[in-house]
């Protein structure tokens, strides 16, 4: 009898690689789990965090104004903010955009702005009183796809002119003073600094915008550009930054602590902090992705940001789904990657938000001091810590990492390893036990089996799961016999776990 540890599974899923080829901490599958700090880990819950929305939001936005802390959300036509507790119907007029014409929200000089590349952009200043207003200066007959701000700037891309597409052109607006919106778009006017310029070296199309320390970094579906204040005449100086893959779609772009990170046409996912581009998929979780993704309706994915948990969550729908229901997660300090099961999510915000948080009380608890599985007295609503709060379609507004539960409902987590040849391919193996090293509260049942196959690129046979109790269990026994073991751990319950290691008991029975 020789128990094999496999001492660090904290080190992520890799889908792309054959089993038999990954390190012992390396996990082959995996749903609803995690990988930081050295631990293989469930993902925490989702819960709706406002009054259910009036309308199904296709986008939502972080917006503060003094003490008040907003939540924008849109629909195809409406408009809605809430507070926290109140929601209140700030359109302008009905928008007319499909679910395709994804809006382009944020906050600029303290004033939110919104476009949706079919619309004439709107603002909004924080007053519940007044509504969106058609962005001041915007010019007659112009439309825009994309819209962001930049430094003193807010920059637009893809611009229509009197129903002429131009989809390499950039236009820009005048520069502003601190808590004001620009006052002109129009580049003839010798006394403004509002201007354009086409960027036509490649054939794509302008997608998106966002800063990258002094510059800002343009997107086409195709090559990546800079935009760089100079001063002067030329105002702007233009480039192209190093690399040939552009991006999807609009939302498709974050930042994080080592600069961008995007999804691209092709369904990989890159990093860059402007010079060079580098693939974070490739030989992990490239092929996976593109296999799991809806082709059909891949323009809806999009990434959001999660600050707490250093992560960054590629949402896209996947099989037949047509709103986003899997997250490829990137953690960027631990650099691994876990999944996530979503509900129709259809885009992310992360901000500061303003909730009364009910759960974290004495008389609302129903944990008991051995069962709780965090520290007593924590919030999921944390009001100055930035929160990912994710749009749904049923309509809602969710806060991610939030409880043990999907909205109430428990949710499956699975953690498996294949292909265990433990540096002895040829050798028949009988797999007899399992000592995992869980932390989880007192009487959390987690239900282990052990597989085995004769040849690497078959399925494991796995026995009958055996049920382990964490804070009564030891080891649990079961048994498997081939060249090639397997492990496998999952739950059904919202009942929190982790794992930083485990053995295996291994008799080894001869050769092949």
């Known amino acids: 009898m020789t128990w094999v540890a496999i001492s660090d599974w904290g080190q992520g899923l890799n889908r792309d690689t054959l089993a038999e080829e990954l390190p012992l901490g390396v996990s082959s599958n995996a749903s609803n789990v995690r990988f930081r700090n050295g631990f293989a880990e469930t993902f925490r819950g989702m819960a709706n965090a406002y009054t259910t929305p009036v309308i199904t939001p296709y986008h939502n936005c972080?917006?503060?104004?003094?003490?008040?802390?907003?939540?924008?959300?849109?629909?195809?036509?409406?408009?809605?903010?809430?507070?926290?507790?109140?929601?209140?119907?700030?359109?302008?007029?009905?928008?007319?955009?499909?679910?395709?014409?994804?809006?382009?929200?944020?906050?600029?000089?303290?004033?939110?702005?919104?476009?949706?590349?079919?619309?004439?952009?709107?603002?909004?200043?924080?007053?519940?009183?007044?509504?969106?207003?058609?962005?001041?200066?915007?010019?007659?007959?112009?439309?825009?796809?994309?819209?962001?701000?930049?430094?003193?700037?807010?920059?637009?891309?893809?611009?229509?002119?009197?129903?002429?597409?131009?989809?390499?052109?950039?236009?820009?607006?005048?520069?502003?003073?601190?808590?004001?919106?620009?006052?002109?778009?129009?580049?003839?006017?010798?006394t403004k600094d509002a201007g354009d310029v086409a960027q036509a070296e490649t054939n794509g199309n302008f997608i998106d915008s966002m800063p990258l320390g002094d510059m800002n970094v343009l997107y086409k579906d195709d090559a990546l550009h800079y935009q760089q204040l100079i001063g002067g005449n030329?105002?702007?100086?233009?480039?192209?930054?190093?690399?040939?893959?552009?991006?999807?779609?609009?939302?498709?772009?974050?930042?994080?602590?080592?600069?961008?990170?995007?999804?691209?046409?092709?369904?990989?996912?890159?990093?860059?902090?402007?010079?060079?581009?580098?693939?974070?998929?490739?030989?992990?979780?490239?092929?996976?992705?593109?296999?799991?993704?809806?082709?059909?309706?891949?323009?809806?994915?999009?990434?959001?940001?999660s600050p707490a948990?250093?992560?960054?969550?590629?949402?896209f729908p996947s099989g037949s789904a047509t709103a986003c229901d899997k997250a490829l997660v990137w953690n960027w300090k631990d650099n691994t990657f876990g999944t996530r099961d979503l509900n129709g999510v259809t885009y992310g915000s992360t901000g500061q938000v303003t909730i009364t948080d009910t759960t974290s009380t004495w008389a609302a608890s129903t944990d008991t001091w051995a069962s709780i599985g965090r520290t007593w007295g924590y919030s999921d609503y944390a009001p100055n810590s930035p929160r990912l709060v994710l749009a749904r379609s049923t309509p809602a507004l969710s806060i991610y990492d939030a409880g043990t539960t999907d909205f109430g409902t428990d949710f499956a987590t699975s953690?498996?390893?294949?292909?265990?040849?433990?540096?002895?391919?040829?050798?028949?193996?009988?797999?007899?036990?399992i000592r995992p090293k869980f932390e989880a509260?007192?009487?959390?049942?987690?239900?282990c089996q052990l597989g085995a196959a004769m040849t690497p690129y078959s399925s494991p046979t796995y026995s009958t799961a055996v049920d382990f109790t964490v804070g009564t269990d030891i080891e649990v026994h079961s048994f498997a016999s081939g060249r090639f073991g397997a492990v496998k751990f999952y739950t059904?319950?919202?009942?929190?776990?982790?794992m930083r290691s485990c053995e295996i008991d291994v008799l080894p029975m001869g050769g092949y």
């Open 62 to 190: 972080h917006y503060t104004v003094g003490s008040t802390r907003f939540m924008v959300y849109t629909g195809l036509q409406k408009t809605y903010v809430d507070d926290g507790t109140t929601q209140t119907d700030i359109t302008n007029a009905n928008n007319t955009g499909a679910i395709d014409d994804r809006w382009c929200g944020f906050v600029f000089n303290g004033v939110y702005i919104q476009n949706n590349g079919v619309d004439v952009p709107q603002f909004w200043g924080g007053s519940t009183g007044s509504n969106l207003a058609n962005l001041t200066g915007w010019p007659a007959g112009y439309l825009c796809s994309s819209m962001r701000a930049f430094g003193n700037y807010i920059v637009a891309l893809d611009i229509t002119r009197s129903g002429v597409r131009e989809y390499d052109t950039i236009l820009w607006s005048s520069s502003t003073e601190p808590g004001a919106i620009p006052s002109s778009w129009n580049i003839a006017d010798a």
């Open 492 to 498: 059904t319950t919202g009942s929190p776990w982790r």
């Open 234 to 305: 030329q105002i702007f100086k233009f480039g192209r930054l190093p690399g040939d893959t552009g991006l999807l779609a609009r939302g498709c772009v974050q930042s994080f602590p080592g600069g961008h990170v995007y999804l691209t046409p092709g369904f990989d996912v890159v990093v860059h902090g402007g010079q060079g581009l580098t693939s974070i998929l490739e030989g992990r979780m490239q092929r996976w992705l593109a296999s799991n993704i809806n082709a059909t309706y891949a323009a809806r994915a999009f990434l959001a940001k």
């Open 415 to 433: 953690l498996e390893r294949t292909g265990l040849h433990l540096d002895a391919p040829g050798t028949v193996k009988l797999f007899k036990g």
């Open 309 to 315: 948990s250093n992560e960054i969550l590629i949402c």
């Open 441 to 447: 509260a007192d009487g959390t049942v987690i239900k």
